[in-house]
């Protein structure tokens, strides 16, 4: 997807647990798993300091995003 290098945005969609997977990787996040509701919207960031690879922006739940 060349995250986070490319010069345009990149939209992954995926399937659990592969994307919490990512998600959690991304974020550093020790636990190595961040389940998300089908439908959910993750919205990440470059983190361009510290250890993480990147910030969470947003995180919607399907019921929040709307029809």
């Known amino acids: 997807a060349g995250w986070p290098d490319a010069s345009r945005p990149t939209?992954?969609?995926g399937h659990e647990p592969t994307l919490g997977d990512v998600a959690a990787w991304l974020l550093d996040d020790d636990s190595g798993h961040r389940p998300l509701k089908k439908?959910?919207?993750v919205w990440l960031?470059?983190?361009?300091a510290g250890d993480a690879k990147a910030v969470l922006k947003v995180a919607a739940s399907p019921a929040s995003v709307g029809d």
């Not at 960031?45 to 361009?48: D, T």
């Open 45 to 48: 960031a470059q983190h361009r």
């Open 39 to 41: 439908g959910a919207v």
């Open 11 to 13: 939209l992954i969609v």
